[in-house]
């Protein structure tokens, strides 16, 4: 997010306008052009300091010194040079912002809020300001803030694609995803191919879980030459939730042969666009890939789906080994039920298969599971008097 705000003009060149000074000679125009053309700032400034005292209060003076030395990356002596005109004038709206700047550029983030505060103090449709105060308060992890200076930059200009996509990611961290698509696509109402409006539009779309559009929209950024990781990752999953697996691997195999590695999040999903196009071996494979880069909160999991696609390869032991690994990060209910299943089912062992049922109930799973509960119920049943 680009917070720091430009708001200098150029200096006018026609120094022979000045007045309240009675040197005999004037700085050459022809020579302060040739210094701002080769960007040599400070040697225009020193060059401009030949010709006025360094008493002068001339605010155009001034200005263009402020000016010549911000531009030369001499911050500290470009400030003084505002605080003289804001001295001459603390009403003056660019004086504020050059100020707010520098404070920026210096890392003065509480005196660059003071500033951009008084410039909206001044005017309350100062768009800049307010994107300015929204870089701050992020900085400061005050998002409420944030929000609410954003809110005012994007009502003020709703088609400013910069403003649109940084409110829109600040709404998201609110979880307010319509408000960020309605963001969104006021903006791209003057500007239908910004790409990181699309990006924000993509992104929301999965939240909203409007999988359609995330398959439109990837489609779109990938036809404007969008190929990041985030891109393709996003484009797979819509194609994945819209039952498009094939269309989902095609995608992460592109992901794979342009950035060699995804994460965690994308291997399982590829994982499971195997396991519906009935590649197991190809799924077991990913699925190794996701535990290797998993974090723990998801390890059980993903050592369950692991389990079930050793079941549906026909590898009850390996399945048992993957369920039974999974209830070493955390206890799922729903893995005590499927060893049970497989002990029962595939491997003949009424005994275990008793064992992990009972655990299964023991675990008081939720109503949700109603109808796994009664055919354990009635399972053990079964099985008790086959003993």
């Known amino acids: 997010m680009n917070t720091v705000l430009h708001a200098i003009a150029l200096p006018y060149l026609c ?11 004037q700085p050459d125009d022809a020579r302060l052009v040739e210094f701002y053309q080769t960007q040599q700032y400070r040697e ?8 006025y005292p360094e008493t002068t209060a001339d605010p155009t003076v001034l200005s263009r010194l402020a000016y010549c030395y911000r531009m030369a990356g001499d911050y500290n002596l470009a400030e003084q040079y505002y605080l003289r005109l804001h001295a001459q004038d603390s009403l003056h709206i660019p004086t504020l912002l050059n100020l707010g700047a ?4 210096r890392g003065l983030y509480v005196q660059a809020t003071s500033y951009y505060e008084r410039v909206i103090a001044i005017d309350t449709a100062h768009l800049a300001a307010y994107k300015a105060l929204s870089g701050l308060m992020i900085r400061k992890a005050d998002f409420e803030t944030a929000y609410r200076y954003f809110a005012s930059a994007n009502k003020l200009q709703p088609s400013n694609s910069d403003i649109a996509y940084d409110f829109a990611k600040l709404c998201m961290d609110f979880d307010q995803y319509v408000k960020a698509d309605s963001v969104l696509q006021a903006a791209l109402q003057t500007d239908p191919r910004h790409g990181m409006l699309l990006l924000g539009k993509i992104q929301v779309a999965e939240k909203l879980e409007v999988y359609p559009e995330m398959v439109s929209y990837g489609r779109r950024l990938l036809e404007q030459g969008d190929e990041s990781p985030v891109v393709l990752s996003l484009l797979a999953r819509g194609y994945f939730h819209t039952n498009n697996f094939a269309g989902a691997k095609e995608t992460y195999d592109r992901m794979l ?6 994460g965690e999040l994308d291997y399982y999903y590829l994982a499971m ?12 494979s990913c699925m ?6 998993a974090v723990s909160t998801n390890t059980a999991f993903y050592y369950g789906r692991k389990a079930d696609l ?12 993957s369920y039974v690994r999974s209830l070493q990060f955390e206890v799922v209910p729903l893995h005590y039920y499927s060893l049970g299943v497989v002990y029962d089912r595939k491997l003949s062992d009424k005994n275990n298969a008793l064992r992990y049922y009972r655990l299964y109930l023991k675990q ?3 109503e949700k599971e109603s109808r796994y509960i009664t055919y354990v119920q009635q399972r053990i049943k079964e099985l008790e008097r086959l003993k």
């Open 310 to 321: 050793h079941d549906l390869a026909n590898q009850p032991s390996s399945a048992v080994a």
């Open 273 to 284: 666009s195997y396991k519906a196009m009935k590649h197991y071996k190809e799924a077991l």
């Open 102 to 105: 520098i404070s920026v550029q």
């Open 44 to 51: 225009a400034a020193e060059y401009l300091n030949m010709f």
């Open 364 to 366: 008081n799973p939720s």
């Open 15 to 25: 120094f022979s306008c000045l007045t309240g000074y009675a040197q005999d000679r």
């Open 257 to 262: 042969a342009l950035y060699e590695r995804m």
């Open 288 to 293: 190794d890939k996701v535990l290797e880069l």
